[in-house]
């Protein structure tokens, strides 16, 4: 056969193909917060490209601060047409992202908590101003050496790294979509779309810059390794049900799958798989849930890191983890409830007791936030563990008591310091109440909230949490969660102690006044903390209608 000849039988055959090709039906509608999210942070970086440095950083804060609003604005809507009922909840973009009440609640929560540590991020009224020009938590200049001429010249001139802005909307983006994907792939890309903007993010410490790269250097290969174990078992998922999509994987747990690919039916049913596989995929979203053992990069990552990205990450990663875990666990795995109770028992009850007996031992104040974050993860688990609705609902009310209370206690971090910067060692707190009487008053009702005392949000949460556990069967579950708490409440006190019956130092740091920016964040945290803890009965209604998944 001749080459003009073949050449026309490959195009007559690729031009009857492409009529037989479906188009995807994307319901962009639904999807609507995550791609408003995702084109104000792709907007973020042509302001970086094209936008003059002296107007750049106004730019990027407004932009980033409406972007996430109207992206709120879309979840509000979307909630209003009833997609969060369990009638109206489906799975859209053919099949790779759920609307359905948790995934909207949690979108909510982590929309409205990243508004808020974005304004901590913008906060330029707490370091010493540079000439003319005020400056942020942020390097100068990220891509210099630490120490080098390169990054004296970009301090000397007053430069900031507002390249943040749009890293933190990417990482919000991927966010969104891990509590809603439907497929283990969307997972997958969701889970690198929001870890890669926080290594880069990690490293941007405007002080002790060593430390900050050293602590990115940790994320980064932990969080690589984690990847690794998720993409590991996505992969023996696969050949165990033939498919990366939760139902299909859940409809071959229960034995209720039709339409074998005989390609698969070697694989298919085999346990060890499934076992396998599912504990993989678990392993790595308990790493970004910061769950023993797999803490260990917590404490170093929370000190080293910027204070407003500690907070950003310590609040809305662990709702978007807690998110696909739940998701993971209800959805694909529901008919291997009794092979995962057992395992989550284990993690929830050494995860209390590590992070609350730890944290005694810490003389930072971001490390013992640091193990603090990883106890609460132990509590959400006892929800988690529930395998009820009822668990649902108490996890989602938790994790949005918890959440804005985290950004709100590191945004008062950022406000003590003295000539390095932050003074986060325990001994510099000393006397603070007589210092400055307010600030140590707002930091005392985070710490009650976290302790879990009566009338704060944190007893509700938890109150919530230990009630789902003990009628789901966890009742030694929620007497060692109570004992843990009773522990966690000494550090929490401890702090308080020092700070209003200590005497302070003469050489003591000083309360910075900050802007209304970070004022606006720590009065949300407050008022959170005041609201859910005396009239908490809305919101936890408001989590029970969400907590039903589409499947």
Known sequence: MSAPAVHSLWTTTAADSIGTIPSPHIEYGQISPVLIVAGAAMLG?????????????????????????????????????????ASKAHIAAEGAVAVDGPALFLQGTILLTAVVAIFTFAERRLDPAAGSHRVDSFAAQGA??????????????????TEVFPLALFAVAGMLVFPAANDLLTLFVALEVLSLPLYLLCALARRKRLISQEA???YFLLGAFSSAFLLFGVALLYGYSGSVTYARIAAVVDGTVRNVDPALAGTMGNDALLL????????????????????????????????????????????????????????????????????????????????????????????????????????????????????????????????FVTVGAFAVVTLVRD????ATHLSKWAGLGRRSPLVAAVFAVFLLAFAGIPLTSGFAGKFAVFKAAAAGGAVPLVIIGVVSSAIA?????????????????????????????????IGVGVAVVLVFGIAPQYFLDLAGQAGTFAR
């Open 45 to 85: 970086v042509l302001f970086e490209a094209f936008v003059p440095r002296r107007a750049r950083y106004h730019a990027q804060v407004i932009l980033a601060v409406l972007g996430l609003a109207a992206a709120f604005a879309a979840v509000v809507a979307l909630a209003a047409d009833g997609y969060g009922s």
């Open 144 to 161: 210099a050496v630490p120490g080098s001429d390169a990054e004296k010249s970009a301090v000397r001139a007053g430069f900031t790294t």
């Open 216 to 218: 990115a250097v940790k």
């Open 276 to 403: 396998i596989g599912g504990a993989l995929v678990v392993m790595g979203l308990l790493f970004k849930v910061g769950a023993v053992p797999f803490h260990m990069w917590t404490p170093d990552v929370y000190e080293g890191a910027p204070t407003p990205v500690t907070g950003f990450m310590a609040a809305a990663t662990k709702v978007a983890a807690f998110g696909a875990l739940l998701r993971l666990l209800y959805v694909v795995l529901p008919g291997l409830t009794w092979d995962w109770r057992p395992v989550m028992w284990g993690v929830a009850i050494i995860t209390m007791i590590g992070g609350a007996i730890v944290a005694i031992t810490q003389t930072d104040i971001k490390r013992l936030l640091a193990y603090s974050s990883i106890a609460h993860a132990g509590f959400i688990l006892a929800g988690v563990i529930a395998a009820s609705p009822d668990g649902i609902s108490s996890v989602l009310f938790y994790l949005a008591a918890y959440s």
């Open 419 to 422: 000539a390095g910067g932050e």
């Open 489 to 521: 409440a000494f550090f929490y006190i401890r702090v308080i102690v020092l700070m209003f019956f200590s005497e302070p130092r003469p050489d003591g740091p000083t309360v910075a006044v900050p802007s209304p920016l970070t004022m606006v964040t």
